[in-house]
């Protein structure tokens, strides 16, 4: 059974913890910015270091997803894009939606929980850190 409290509350957690990290709001971080979240004592990294999908072990669902930096003219490694709409659109891990990570985003995404999307930006190792809907 999902704690959705618990969720909220490490989610909520994190969204006020990098608005505190980063006062001139551009939310631009490098990933060892934020590796330092901790909640309730437990250090909790919030950018997944290889993987796209970050589930920690504390929590049911998805914390964090990661689209790595592209260079201009380059293909990306994953079919990440943004519509015609201006709505990014997020690219499974690999092609089996029953991959555990795949289950913990769509368990995110049933139970209305708020996702942090680190979009690669400027070059490797910089993110925007895309988020809302935290209390």
């Known amino acids: 059974m999902i704690d959705l409290e618990f969720e909220r509350r490490v989610r909520d957690a994190a969204m006020a913890w990098l608005d505190a990290q980063n006062p001139s709001r551009s ?3 490098r990933y060892d910015d934020v590796s330092d979240f901790t909640f309730e004592g437990e250090r909790i ?14 929590l049911s ?3 964090s997803i990661r689209t790595t930096y592209t260079p201009p ?3 990306p490694p994953y079919n990440d894009t943004v519509g015609l709409d201006g ?3 997020y690219k ?11 289950v913990a985003l ?4 049933r139970y209305h929980l708020p996702l942090i999307w680190f979009v690669g930006a400027y070059r490797p190792g910089f993110y925007f850190a895309l988020y809302f809907g935290h209390r």
Do not use: C, S
């Not at 769509?106 to 995404?109: P, Q």
């Open 45 to 58: 990294p919030l950018l997944p270091t290889q993987q796209g999908i970050r589930k920690p072990a504390v």
């Open 73 to 75: 003219g380059e293909a």
């Open 87 to 89: 709505l990014h659109r």
């Open 61 to 63: 669902a998805a914390l």
């Open 92 to 102: 499974y891990r690999g092609t089996d939606p029953e991959h555990h990570e795949n």
């Open 27 to 29: 939310r631009l971080f």
């Open 106 to 109: 769509r368990m995110a995404f």
